[in-house]
């Protein structure tokens, strides 16, 4: 099927090229819309009811900051994703793709036949704050640093009882220290300000690094 990409820069999903923006055409039926200004985005489609789908690149907000909400029957041709990256890492290969109650099926079978056909592996989740990963991580993240100021264990010795103990690639700490301490800091405060758990409150180590700049 074919698809288009609307662009509106700073995506944090596509910072550089990507096979799905590189086949993208100039038109399709479903359309795209990536970068920091995805309202504006939204104004550039003409007939939007008439597509497939549209599907929209969300942060940590809702996808019904786009499409509004309803008595819990919300829902269209339009999909919300995320392409899931840690911080300032490289994006990862997951997209988290966001329906409503009501979402069309026609609609988000094309939006994850068009992210799968690009290479990249699709999780679908209902339409919450963070999504799945930030939701899951972001508490685990936040004990870990906690943890650290506490003294339980020095970072080195922390890192290496969760590779060995648990099979983890790499330590917590040492994660934060690649990605961004700071960068944690600002999906943690909006995920606190929007589900208001004290777990999600950003830790201070994190706070400490925001106000570092």
């Known amino acids: 099927m074919p698809y288009c990409v609307i662009d509106t820069g700073a995506s944090r999903s596509f910072p550089a090229a990507h096979a799905l923006t590189q ?118 993240l936040n004990a870990a640093l906690r943890r650290l100021d506490e003294g339980l264990a020095t970072a080195d010795a922390m890192d290496t009882t969760l590779k060995l103990g648990l099979g983890y690639p790499e330590g917590p700490i040492a994660l934060l220290e690649r990605t961004g301490l700071a960068a944690h800091f600002d999906v943690t405060q909006a995920l606190y300000e929007a589900l208001g758990d004290a777990a999600y409150a950003p830790a201070r180590r994190a706070r400490v690094a925001k106000q570092r700049g």
Do not use: H
């Open 23 to 140: 086949g993208a055409a100039e038109d399709g039926e479903v359309v795209v819309v990536i970068g920091a200004e995805v309202k504006r985005g939204l104004t550039r489609i003409r007939e939007r009811e008439q597509k497939t789908a549209v599907v929209l690149e969300l942060g940590t907000e809702c996808l019904g900051v786009y499409t509004g909400e309803a008595r819990g029957t919300e829902g269209s041709n339009v999909l919300g994703f995320a392409r899931f990256r840690l911080g300032e890492g490289e994006p990862s290969n997951l997209v988290e793709l966001v329906r409503q109650p009501n979402t069309a099926p026609a609609a988000l079978a094309a939006a994850k036949n068009l992210f799968e056909g690009a290479g990249l592996a699709v999780a679908v989740c209902n339409d919450f704050p963070g999504r799945i990963v930030d939701r899951l991580i972001r508490p685990y």
